[in-house]
């Protein structure tokens, strides 16, 4: 079977490109018709490409590095390409579309059981549920279509990754290129702390320093915003946390230590409450000796820190409670978008508003009649000309186009994964399985409650390694548990 398809791949590049030369003579009198043919002979030569397994385990490490820098990457072809860098930003979205039908045919032709069938099922309800909501509020076919993809994009990364087969040998490489991804992460928080200016000119930043209290800037590395810097430093420090845990290795305590530190550098009090939260989490998972001498590098640099700048972290504490949780319904963009989007789910009981209409990208883009409608308009940084906080939140969207059902619908499936992975890494005895089950759940756990704050499972690169890492997971899972486990 699989010589046949490598038979028929060779007939079909054949085909193709005898075809692409064909197209280029006919419609070579209208330069754009050539365009989308040549796209699409592209994109159909790319999903013939990655029926083969080894091919796409060998683009995937490149990828996941151009998603994790995909802003800096496309400030920097500003320099040379203008706006037409901006195709970067498309990269996990045209990943997607071209690795859902490679499943499909892999499906098909090698009779290949489709995992993660739970999952599945959860995406279907929830597009159902968007689009149903849609309907009946008469949003546009096109327009709950972008939008459904944006929100269902993460578990659609889960969907991909778990049904490739991995070896010990493709974690390791992948694991290789992530340690090349740390390095140049804290090799430019470094010049962040010496040259912030200088750094943020080089790489042609949209956004200037920012400081907490006058005096301290947020450090974000060679990212474009603190909140990603912060996320990924806790992201890898996890893993790091984990791999001591399991391995006994030092070296990965120290790694840890010096990742949660960085993340402090962000000021991001979300963060630091996800990262709170995963370490009490840590503790309940095994002892409290072993956790607490785990801890025991983090805790001493909280306590210098704290011991330093105390009262400016306090400064910071309350200044993000009188900001948020003191602050009146309507006063701020996110309370605002919280209390309007219980309002949609509400009056709209209990389907939401339909994809595309209230807080994520597709409805700001189009400036949706929800924001005049709940005079979001009037409030700043939800302006129509300048709406930058109006995505500053994953489930105030989730509840406003989905209604009741979707929000719960997504919060179990969340917290199925992470009870799923963490019972799952106490029973198995591989230790590789166990740190990868393990990190998945907690790395969950540190997106979940950071998506109170930020749209961590909408936003790139957060989503693409979150679910990624799932999949990969599951997938090493299955084929170690060598059974047909009931598992998302």
Known sequence: MIKEIELNSKYFYLFTGILSVAIGLLASYDSQSLLIFVCFLIYILAIVSFLDEAKFKLVVPYFLLIILFQETIINLMKYVVGDLGNV????????????LPVIIIKCIIKGEKLRGAKTIIVLITLFLLGFFSGFYNNVSFVK?????????????????????????DDVIRFFKFSKIA???????????????????????????????????????????????????????????????????????????????????????????????????????????????????PTIIIIGVVSFLFGDIFLNF??????RYLNAGYMDTARTALYYVSILIANNNFPLGAGFGEFGGYIAVRDYSNLYYQYNLHSIYGLYP?????????????????????????????????????INKAKKVEDKNIKVLLLFSGLALTQTLVESMGSPTFNSSPQNVFLFATLGLTYSMYLKYNQKNDKTF
């Open 317 to 322: 504490v309350d200044f993000t409670f009188n």
């Open 88 to 99: 970067v930003s498309y990269f996990d979205e045209l990943f997607i579309l071209i690795m």
């Open 144 to 168: 709950m279509l972008e939008g459904s993809l944006l929100i269902l994009k993460g578990l659609l990364f889960y969907i991909v990754f778990v049904n490739i087969n991995y070896s010990k």
């Open 182 to 296: 740390v390095m140049i992460v804290v090799i430019f928080t470094v010049i962040d702390l010496i040259a912030p200016t200088t750094l943020r000119t080089v790489l042609n930043a949209r956004t200037g320093l920012e400081y907490r209290f006058n005096s301290i800037h947020t450090v974000k590395s060679i990212f474009v915003l603190p909140a990603i810097f912060a996320w990924f430093t806790v992201f890898v420090g996890i893993y790091n946390l984990v791999k001591y845990k399991i391995n006994g290795e030092n070296k990965y305590l120290v790694y840890c230590a010096i990742l949660f530190a960085c993340s402090l550098l962000s000021f991001r009090f979300k963060t630091i409450i996800a990262l709170l939260f995963v370490l009490i989490l840590f503790y309940f998972v095994y002892s409290f000796k072993k956790a607490l001498y785990s801890f025991l």
């Open 385 to 421: 000309e300048d709406p930058k906080y109006a995505m500053d939140t994953y489930w105030p969207n989730i509840l406003g186009e989905t209604g009741y059902l979707g929000a719960i619908l997504l919060i179990s499936t969340y917290l199925a994964l992470i009870i799923g992975s």
